[in-house]
C-alpha cells in the first residue's frame, strides 16, 4: 500500500516562494506517476501539475501555474516536490499528492492514493 506523506506547506506572501514535499512509502517509487492537486473550501480538487513516464510531455501543468510552478522528483529517496514561485493569493489551498501507476492524468479520480495535504496561504 503506498503511502503519502506532504510537508512544506505554510503562510507566506505574494511573490513569494514555497516548495512543498511529498515523501512516499510502501511502493515502487520508480513505477508511480505522482501528481499535485489543490482545493479550496467548497470547491472540487484541482489538478496543478504531474510528472510523468513520458519521454514527450514528462511533466504537465495546469495553464493558472505554468510558468510558475515545477514538479520534479528524487527517485533516490522516493520524494517529489513541487516548487512554487511567483505565488498569488488565489493559490491559497490544501495542496494534495496523488499517485497512480502508468500514465499521467489530469483527473483526480484516476489516482489511486492520496496524501492528507498541506496548507498553503498566501496573502497580498
Known amino acids: 500500500q503506498v503511502q503519502l506523506v506532504e510537508s512544506g506547506g505554510g503562510l507566506v506572501q505574494a511573490g513569494d516562494s514555497l516548495r512543498l514535499s511529498c515523501a512516499t512509502s510502501?511502493?515502487?517509487?520508480?513505477?508511480?506517476?505522482m501528481g499535485w492537486f489543490r482545493q479550496t473550501p467548497g470547491n472540487e480538487r484541482e489538478f496543478v501539475a504531474a510528472i510523468t513516464w513520458s519521454i514527450s510531455t514528462p511533466e504537465i501543468y495546469a495553464d493558472s501555474v505554468k510558468g510558475r510552478f515545477a514538479v520534479f522528483r528524487d527517485n533516490a529517496k522516493g520524494i517529489v516536490y513541487l516548487q512554487m514561485n511567483s505565488l498569488r493569493p488565489e493559490d491559497t489551498a490544501v495542496y494534495y499528492c496523488?499517485?497512480?501507476?502508468?500514465?499521467?492524468?489530469?483527473?483526480?479520480?484516476?489516482?489511486?492514493?492520496w496524501g492528507k495535504g498541506t496548507l498553503v496561504t498566501v496573502s497580498s
Open positions: 496523488a499517485a497512480r501507476y502508468f500514465t499521467g492524468s489530469r483527473r483526480s479520480d484516476e489516482y489511486a492514493y
Open positions: 510502501g511502493g515502487p517509487f520508480s513505477n508511480l506517476v
